[in-house]
């Protein structure tokens, strides 16, 4: 079965910093979809990045970007220029190539806090 | 406006009394399930449907049960809740489309068992 490990259950940068979130994951699937997630205090889980297993390239998105390492089976997300509405609970997480399945896969979480 | 709704958002009962968590999407996805969270735990998978009247436990599905009959909903039922099923819950849907994978949140309902 797989499972995904979020080591750091909080972080903190300075706004404009850079921070890094971890997650490394198992698996024995050579293709799957890794996921970051943002869940503020509203709640809402909101999608910021995702990653294709076969591709080499690492994914960016504005400001977020991923450190994708399939043989290590890390996957670590790079805020830059780290700003207030930032500060959230990130999840890391994975899902299956299969169509005879719905599961995300999460980890435990990692609650980033931006200081003034 | 593409969007998976819930309802309550809030809800606050008594042990043993049945419940029921609604979900719908506007979004026309095949796929769609339920999630709670828990500190510390993440989210877990409760249960899942691949189409209509198809579904599928997840991790977690004790004390739950769903049903779909139509593409749109998927409506969670704690026919006997109890205090440990005091969470955080999410309907989630997705899609083998556009965006291969992805599945998007309703906006969460947070369930009180005394």
């Known amino acids: 079965a797989q499972t995904v490990t979020q080591s750091q259950p909080e972080m903190s940068v300075q706004e404009a910093e850079t921070v890094t979130l971890s997650c490394t994951y198992d698996?024995?699937?050579?293709?799957?979809?890794l996921f970051w997630y943002k869940q503020p205090p509203s709640r809402q889980m909101i999608l910021v990045i995702r990653?294709?297993?076969?591709?080499?390239q690492n994914a960016t998105e504005n400001r977020f970007s991923v450190n994708f390492q399939k043989a290590a089976k890390s996957f670590s997300l790079k805020i830059s220029d780290s700003q207030l509405g930032d500060a959230a609970m990130y999840f890391c997480?994975?899902?299956?190539?299969?169509?005879?399945?719905?599961?995300?896969?999460f980890g435990t979480g990692t609650r980033l806090q931006v200081f003034p | 406006e593409a969007q998976v709704t819930q309802n309550p958002r809030y809800l606050i009962t008594v042990t043993g009394k049945k419940l029921t968590v609604t979900c719908s999407q506007n979004?026309?996805?095949?796929?769609m399930s339920w999630y709670r969270q828990d500190p510390g735990l993440g989210l877990r998978q409760i249960y899942y449907?691949?189409?209509?009247?198809?579904?599928d436990k997840g991790d977690v599905p004790e004390g739950y049960k769903v049903s779909r009959k139509e593409k749109r909903n998927f409506p969670l039922i704690l026919e006997s809740p109890s205090p440990n099923q005091t969470s955080l819950y999410f309907c989630?849907?997705?899609?083998?489309?556009?965006?291969?994978?992805?599945?998007?949140f309703g906006p969460g309902t947070r369930l009180t068992v005394l």
């Open positions: 979004m026309n996805h095949e796929y």
């Open positions: 449907s691949m189409n209509v009247e198809v579904t």
């Open positions: 990653q294709e297993a076969y591709k080499q």
């Open positions: 989630a849907t997705s899609d083998w489309g556009v965006i291969w994978g992805e599945q998007f």
């Open positions: 997480a994975y899902r299956s190539p299969s169509y005879n399945t719905d599961k995300l896969i």
């Open positions: 698996t024995s699937e050579s293709d799957y979809y």
